[in-house]
């Protein structure tokens, strides 16, 4: 299983209101 | 970290994940960085649904830590919500499932504070003194619970 991260991370904000979701906020200097 | 099972399994099931990268997305970095006061890699945010910070992870550590670590902040989320039993079923786990990492002598003290937040009940906190004496003696959390044996 991969972790699917998201990059749009208003849009993430957002949704996670509306779903009631909790969110994890990685700030990475992995390489991509 | 990321790449582990568990890891993967945890957030995905449990949160939306989502990522700035210092580089790759400078300018959301930069943003979201000062927003949330995390200017340093890799830092690690639990966020409720309405966007505001529970748990902060920042440093790389290895997976079995990294994992108990999410799992504390999923568990501190529910314990602030009020959620007695649910933050106490997440503490234990990690005491259960992850009992070398160095977040199961933190856990193992808020599965006894939710507990006896849930019953109003003192020897749920005399019964966490007595498990630090025989586990996690030495850990400041140990200390932090002498006071109730």
């Known amino acids: 299983m991969e972790i699917k991260f998201r990059h749009d991370v208003e849009n993430v904000l957002k949704e996670a209101g509306e779903q009631n979701k909790p969110v994890i906020l990685d700030f990475s200097a992995a390489p991509m | ?149």
């Open chain 2, 1 to 149: 970290m990321w790449p582990d099972e568990r890891v993967a399994r945890f957030v995905s099931e449990d949160f939306i994940p989502a990522r700035v990268h210092v580089k790759d997305d400078a300018a959301a970095f930069k943003k979201y960085g000062e927003q949330y006061n995390a200017h340093w890699t890799p830092t690690i945010l639990e966020l409720d649904p309405n966007g505001e910070e529970f748990y902060r992870i920042e440093g790389f550590l290895p997976n079995d830590d990294f994992l108990a670590q999410l799992m504390l902040g999923r568990a501190h989320m529910d314990f602030k919500k009020g959620k007695w039993a649910d933050a106490e079923k997440g503490f234990r786990e990690i005491v259960e499932t992850l009992p070398k990492s160095e977040a199961a002598p933190e856990a193992m003290y808020w599965a006894g504070v939710s507990r006896y937040k849930a019953t109003n009940d003192a020897t749920a906190l005399k019964e966490t003194a007595k498990s630090f004496a025989q586990r996690y003696n030495d850990s400041s959390w140990a200390k932090k619970a002498s006071i109730w044996a």
